[in-house]
């Protein structure tokens, strides 16, 4: 499995980016300029392959992410040249990907775990002929009954149930209607105190730290408040 990268390599990556932007700004004939630009683009690619986010790296470099994006895959970014671009699917370690994938790891832990998405994926199994897992042969570490147990009577929410064994609400879904369970279309409506709710809310508790607290998220909380301001104004 893929290690996650070093704060502190991360971090030193990140400065080399400052500094070669730093120069590049300072830069003033066009040959410098030209030489700064090449070294700014060597410290974009260094700090993206260290584990930087091209986020971060954009907003150090003063570049756009588009360029970070066009710098970190090989492509051409202003007047220096550079190689050619290099696919996304040919810089991931395909042999990897298909050994966790036929270990029973789905397409989106994958892209989680790569930092790609899920389409990537799909796009690396596709060339090495491996057929896909569908719906009921994706195994999971809990049974549906399991599942469905927990979505009735401690009132999980599919996209919590979801969120910990790292699948989509979609496929816990099916599991669940699996197992008998009829899962309505659309929020479903959920016994909480909604006087405690309101009284948090009043008192200037954060949303999401209530939403926490009932294992419900933040649209709910404030579905709730908005409710009690309609039935006080009625």
Same mark, same amino acid.
Request: hydrophobic letters at 35%; glycine letters at 8%.
């Given at each position: 499995?893929?290690?996650?990268?070093?704060?502190?390599?991360?971090?030193?990556? @990140?400065?080399?980016?400052? !500094?070669?932007?730093?120069?590049?700004?300072?830069?003033?004939?066009? =040959? +410098?300029?030209? *030489?700064?630009?090449?070294?700014?683009?060597?410290?974009?690619? *260094?700090?993206?392959?260290?584990?930087?986010?091209?986020?971060?790296?954009?907003? &150090? +470099?003063?570049? +756009?992410?588009?360029?970070? #994006?066009?710098?970190?895959?090989?492509?051409? #970014?202003?007047? %220096?040249?550079?190689?050619?671009? %290099?696919? @996304?699917?040919?810089?991931?370690?395909?042999? !990897? $990907?298909?050994?966790?994938?036929? *270990?029973?790891?789905?397409?989106?832990?994958?892209?989680? *775990?790569?930092?790609?998405?899920? %389409?990537?994926? &799909? #796009? &690396?199994?596709?060339?090495?002929?491996? +057929?896909?897992?569908?719906?009921?042969? $994706?195994?999971?570490?809990?049974?549906?009954?399991?599942?469905?147990?927990?979505?009735?009577?401690?009132?999980?929410?599919?996209? =919590?149930?979801?969120?910990?064994?790292? /699948?989509?609400?979609?496929?816990?879904?099916?599991?669940?209607?699996?197992?008998?369970?009829?899962?309505?279309?659309?929020?479903?409506?959920?016994?909480?105190?909604?006087?405690? &709710?309101?009284?948090?809310?009043?008192?200037?508790?954060? /949303? =999401?730290?209530?939403?926490? #607290?009932?294992?419900?998220?933040?649209?709910? $909380?404030?579905?709730?408040?908005?409710? !009690?301001?309609?039935?006080?104004?009625?």
């Amino acid at each position: 499995m893929p290690q996650n990268p070093a704060p502190d390599h991360v971090g030193q990556a @990140l400065d080399q980016v400052r !500094d070669a932007a730093r120069r590049y700004r300072a830069a003033t004939s066009p =040959q +410098s300029r030209g *030489a700064a630009r090449e070294t700014l683009n060597k410290a974009v690619v *260094a700090a993206v392959r260290a584990g930087a986010k091209q986020v971060q790296v954009s907003r &150090i +470099s003063g570049l +756009s992410k588009a360029q970070v #994006s066009r710098v970190a895959r090989g492509g051409t #970014s202003g007047r %220096t040249p550079l190689p050619p671009a %290099t696919h @996304l699917v040919d810089t991931l370690p395909a042999k !990897d $990907i298909v050994t966790r994938y036929r *270990a029973g790891e789905t397409t989106y832990q994958l892209g989680r *775990a790569y930092g790609c998405s899920q %389409t990537t994926i &799909i #796009s &690396i199994l596709k060339r090495h002929g491996v +057929s896909r897992r569908v719906g009921r042969l $994706i195994e999971l570490p809990v049974s549906d009954e399991e599942l469905a147990r927990r979505y009735l009577e401690e009132r999980a929410e599919l996209q =919590q149930l979801a969120a910990e064994l790292g /699948v989509k609400p979609n496929l816990v879904s099916r599991r669940v209607a699996a197992a008998g369970v009829a899962v309505p279309v659309g929020h479903r409506r959920m016994d909480l105190p909604d006087a405690e &709710i309101v009284a948090r809310y009043k008192r200037g508790e954060p /949303v =999401q730290r209530i939403a926490r #607290s009932y294992g419900v998220s933040a649209p709910t $909380i404030m579905r709730r408040v908005r409710e !009690d301001r309609a039935r006080q104004r009625a």
